[in-house]
Structures are given as structure tokens and as C-alpha cells.
């Protein structure tokens, strides 16, 4: 027993010369904070200026980390009231601007002050979350060199005080989410508001993510949104005459041309010249591509449907009911497209799901189906059996909803069973072909009962917007699938005052969340995963069906004929515009001058896609 | 360990129309928002609930016509005071302070000026320990369970600040077997006997049986439990089954929930006979 005792002695650390100058420096700095009380504020004040040294030579340096450590070690003397001065001093300090070894001797005070008493916890981890971003002096290549040091301290400390604060992550989520940089300030660069969600995602991810996950990811997909919001129709449609509001294949013609002697990305190159001079377009595509990264490595981490649940509950919550969102959406769309069998259904089932529901309010309805329909139309990872599968029960929907009603056409009271018509229309105009040439599929598409839905009392053909109605037409006809004895005569080919009047102020008739990305950056990761229009393969042969009107009976029998070689080697492989340039050339289907087209004299020109509808294209319907 | 007890509570709380189809659900969600937060009608941090609808909810006339759904709950609180005796996980020993974990999500801190003079602090094998001057064995170190005196509470973050002073304070490993030799010189602590798996703990704090509104917080005597059993036969018969294992049942609930408190969402199953009839509380510690 004695010598197990004399072995334990021996095991003891005796106190060392080292550790009696620190325990001298935390006595002394006991004294002084103590001396205040006793209103001898010598010592005192010469620790405040300490603190705050006019310049940062080595010497001001070496006193900056002994105060520090001092401190650490008499943080139970620290009083908020008698010592704020102190503390202040202390809390508006920035890691970015010192070296390791302030930065280490300012984290280890921050730890010791945090987790000595309560009242400390929420300055503490405020001042660490002012971390998040760097000062606005300090240069870029400053930046670039200290962040991985600062962030990797930042969070470590956050980890600290949460094993020894159990509750801080709670206390921290409503710090991080009000703490970030203004978006709207000019002077906030969008550097300072990567680095800051690139902080709240490596929240998300870290230790403290079973607590913070959910807040974390909601406030990114909230920062994208606001961003969204602050983009406005009205700014990009200001910008250039073309732009956002121009036609899809508008849009390959023209970057087609300029790719001729440019390597460019196709075909964005309108929306870089429309959004180029935006600084919230800029910001927000920073922010995409941040957060497409980060939903790429939680797929790798094998935690994508951990983090899909959460999106898809704060898409349903902000991105589904904010007005016309333009690009906060594309963020759940990658994320479906990473895992396509899970996420990708999970969203579609959602979507179907809000629509159906009768105790939705209309305008969600409306707007869950604009995104579904638009959804299933443009997402090339999905299986066609997927699509068919809410096609299937789309339809059904409408035809229970023909048969309990013995209403006329009316577009305000069936608003909601017109968009899910629109909703079936435009769907069948990506994917008809597709279906078409499943053996599997093609009888039941037949078998479909779409003339039930469309020719009854309500006239969904007369209320839907007419370029998605004739395109419809077009290839149904072209297809055998559905036909009508009906003349359509529209007077305008992108909207009608029945269209108008079904989609409200909010002209949700108009509303195609996937509509292409515009924003550079982003698109280059949506572009593999998604279906142009020019990708599409029609039903019906374009040069036999050029002169044909389709407002007329579709009675012909002009199955197509067409070579869809080049678009099935498209759809089977990577999409690369600049491979396919010559073939857009032999699959154009949009006329040339479609500006005419599209006003006026549109029953007797060939047909405009549904996809080059864009939302807001008319200025009334803000 | 002192600090918990259960309270028997009527609530009432209003609904939004469109929770009409899940009001238990609804409920649910209200009453989780009380979870791990101090509340003042209460006087404690509510750890875990279990309710019963009063009867059927109203619908307020007014012009919303909101759900008015009267409950009665037992919830199970944390309302630590000063000079309680706690219990918790050490999880930091520095030579300045001990940091302590209670009950997985309130974190106490005890400074070096509140640790009692017995205990020299000291490093062995590169861990920090506080070690007894006059009990080599009574050593303090990171996951050592202690015995902690309350000073003060932090009502925002439930951090608690602690004591080590008095005698009867430390490693409750220790502190359980050499019960007897420890000289019980402070009078404010409650007198303690046990052996070596059990100690007896100071009665508990009887919360007396309040109503809460959750929506206008008005306070009222909650009528004896026994009666709204009698008017509803049910009722009366679960409270009867419960009955038979109250001690065994209210003894493991409690455990439980210090063990696992982030659970707390899970609803207590403590009778109320076995509140009102144990006047002490026999907590199994640490051996």
C-alpha cells in the first residue's frame, strides 16, 4: 500500500517554475480586477490600455497574449458592471486581424469566460459568431490566408463550450441567424456573406448539427429566398428587352451564334448580361453554388435524407408560398437530382400531396401543382414511370373533379382544377414523346381518359394558356392520344383574358418554378440534370406539321417521323451545349421570327413552346 | 438529489382553428415549447409532461374562433434553489474551476474560491484532478459524479453556480462509503445516512397544485385529483392501475429523466397518488 502511495506521489505533476509565472500572472490579474471594487483603478486602466495598443509591435503583442492568458485564468472575478470597459474592449476584437497566437489567447479567454457563468454564455458566443465573416479592412489575400485558421478556431470553441454549456447550440441558432451580414448593404462584398453561410453549413455538419441542423439549413434556404425576392421581375426584365422574359431557344439561337467564336457555357449568356450587373443576383449565385456543394458532401456523408427532410420542410414553408420564388427552388431540385430514387420522389409526393389536399388554401394548391407540373417536366433524372405515375393521379383528381361538378366554364370558381389541367397539359408536352415510346406505357397513356377532363362544360382548353393548349394539341394529335373538333381562335398566343382570369393577381397560370436557371453558376449545375426544351422530343414531325393550322381539328394522320437520334444520344448522355450545337440547328423548332409569332398571327404560324412561357412576362400581372 | 419535483397543473390552451383535426397533437406542440426553459409560473425548468383533456374543447366566440382546450397536466421540474444539494457529471477540471453536467443539460460551475480547502488541485498522467489533502482516495476528476451545493441559478441559460464547500459535497462515490466519518458540521445541509448503494435524500420541495393558462396565465387551486377521476370512470380506473406501482413507477420516472433529459418530451407516467403519499424520494446513486 506504501509503495502504491509513493508511486501516486511520484505520478503528481509538481509545479513548475512555468506554471508558478502563470499562477503570479493570474494572481495579479485577480488583483487588479478585484482593486476596481476598492475604486484603485491604476492597474486597471493600464490593462485596458493594453488591451487596446495603438500599434501591434512584438512587445504590445507579447503583453496582448500574457493579459489574455492571465485573464482566462481569473474570469470568476470578472464583473459585467464593473469590468464592461473590459469586456467591450475584448468583444470587439477580431481574430482575422492577429496572428495564431493572439487568435489562441483570445479563444482560450472567450472559452474560460463563457463557461464560467451564464450571463457570459450569449456575449461570448455572439462575439464568436462575429467571427463568421472578416472585417471589411482587411484585404483579400489576408482573408484567403487566415480563414481557415480563424474558422477552424471559431468552431473548435463553439464545440468547447457546448460539451461543458450543454444548452449553448440553442442559445447560439438565434445569434447565427441574426448575426449575418447584411445582405442589402453595398458594402457587405459577397465574399463576407459566402464565408458566413459557409460557417452556418459547417454548423449544420459539425458537432453541434443534431441541435443546430434544422434552424441552420431553414436560415440559408430563408437568405436565398430574401435574396430572391430582392431580384425582382421588374429588374431583370428592366435590364435588357430580352432576358429573363426571352424564349428558351430564343435564348440557343442567340448564344448558339456567339458560341461560334466563344467557349462559353450555352445558353446563359443572355442571363449573364441581364443579371451581370446585379449584385443580389451575384450574391444569391455565390450562395447556390455554396449550398449545391454542400448538398453534394452530405451526399457523400450519406446524409443527404437526413438534411432532404428538413429543405423539403422549410420549402414548404417559404419557398412554396412566397410569390413566384425564382431561384430559391433550384437549391431542392439539385438536392432531388442527387438522389433521385428518394429525395426526387419524397418532393414530387409532396408537391401532389399539397395540391390535393382540400384544406390547403388555392393559391398553395395552385402554386404546388405550377411546381410539380414544371418539376416532372424538367427533371431529367426522373424516371418516366415516376412521371406517369402523378400523371395518373392527376388525372384521376380532374375527373372526379368533372364529375361533381355541372358548373359552365368559369376561371375564378375552378381555379384550381383549371391549373391542374394546365398542370397535366404541360407535363404531357415534355414527356408525351417519351411515354409514347415506352410499349409499356404507351397503352396506358391511351387509355388515359384526358378527354373526359378536357372536353366537358368547364372547357379547361378555352381557360389554360393557349400556347401550352395548342402545343398540347399538337402533339396529342400527332400522337392519336386526344383530339378535339373545337377551333381555338386566340388572340394572343401566350395569354388569354379567360388565362388571366384563372390565375389571378398572382397569375399563377404563368408561374414555371423550373423554368431555366439564370443564374451563371448555378446553371452549370443544374444544366446536367435538366431537360431544355430543345432537348425535347416532340410528337409530331415539325416540317410536315410547319404550315399546318393548329387551331383546327386534329384529325390528320401525320404520325411522326421524325429522327430523334441525335435527342436520344442527348438524353441518354451528359448534356453539352457545345457539342450539340449543330444538332440544335436540325431539331429547331421555334421559327425565327417568333417575336411575330408571339403577337399576333399565331394560329397560322408554327407552334411556340409552353417552356418559352415565362412568368411576368406581362407587366400587368404585377 | 434535490431539485425535481412533480407538480400537478391545470392548463388551458387556445388553438388555432386549423389544428381542430389533431388537438392532441396540437397540445403536444404547446406544451413542448415549455421544455428546458425556465418558466416563472412554474418555478422551474419542465423536464417532462403527461395530460389528460378536461373535457371537450370550447370554441371561443369571438372573431376567430379558436379552440379553448382545458387540460390537466403533471409535470415533471427542475427548480433548483441555493444551498440544494445536486447531483452531476464532471466533465472539466481545471485548476481554476470544476465544470459539472446535472441531468445532461444544465451545467453547473464551481470556482476555485468555492472549492472547499481539503481539495488541492493536481495532474496525474496528464489529467487534472482535485485530490482530497486528508482522503488520497477522494479524488474529483473529469467523469467523476459529485455532490454539489446550489449558490445561484442563471434563469436564461440554467447554468448553475455551485459550491464544494461544505463537507458533505464531493465525489459521491466517496462520499457514500466514508458517510459516516464525515463530520456534518455545516447545519444548513440536511443530515444524510445511506450505505454503500443507497442514501436517503432530503425531502423534496411539494409543489402545491396550481393552474396555469398558458394564454393569460392566470392562476388558480386546482381541484384534488381524485375528484375529476370519480366524475370520469375512465379515468379513474387508470389512475387506480397506476396507483399499484407509484413508488416503483414515480422512483423510475424520476431516474429516467435525469438520465435522459433530452427525451423529456416523452410523457411521465407518475401517478398521482405516489406524489402525494412519498415524502421522501429514495434515489438509487452511483455506486
Redesign the interface.
Known sequence: MGVE?RD?EA???TIGDHDLIDSYL?YRARDTLCSVSSGDTEDYRQLLSAMNPEELGANEVAMLVTNLKALA????YIDNVLHNELLSAIFKMSLWNYKPDVMDALIEFIE?LA?????Y??DCLAMLTCQFFPPGSLPLPKILARKDGVLSRVHSSLKYIA??????P??LVPIVLDGKPQYRFNNTSTLSLVIYVENMLKLESGMLGEVVRIPMLAGVVDLLLDLDVEIGWEDIKNDSSKGIFEMELEDVDESRDDDLNDDSELPRQLSRKTLGGNSFAEKLDSLMVLTFEHLESCQVADRLIKIFDTLLESFKKTVLTAYKSKFAQFVIFYACSLDPKNCGVTFALMLEHTFFSS?NPPLLRMSAVAYLASYLSRAKFLSVFVVASTLERLVDWCVKYVKMQDDAINPEAHRIFYSGCQAIMYLLCFRMRSMMDDPQLKPWLVRLPLESILNNKLSPLKVCLPSIVLEFLRQAKAARLFMTSEKFNFDDYLESELSREFGGMERLDMFFPFDPCLLKKSDSYIRPNFIFWSMVQPTYDDEDSSDEDVGEAFAGDDDGGMDYGIMQSLEEEHFDFAEVGSALNKMSITPKDSLHSRFGGAINQPMRMPSRIRPSTSPESF | MDGLNVSDVNLQVQLHPSRSNNVRNAVLRELSSLLLRFNEKFQGVVLAYEFKIDKVPDILPSMHPYLYVRLKAKLLLFSPKPDMLLEGKVVKVKQESIHVIILGFSSAIITDKDIREEFQYKTKHGKDLFVSRSHKQHVIKAGTMIRLLVKSMDEETLCISASLLPAHTGSILWLDKHVENVSLTDGSNKRRRGNEEESVMPEPSRTSAEAYSLVDHYIKKSKKHRESATQEPSRSEASSAMSDHSIKKSKKHRESAMQEPSRSEAYSAISDNSIKKSKKHKTREES
Open positions: 502511495l501516486d505520478a503528481f505533476r493570474v485564468g481569473a474570469v470568476a474560460s463557461t464560467s457563468s451564464g450571463k454564455v450569449d460539451d461543458l454549456v450543454p444548452l449553448s440553442v442559445r384544406t
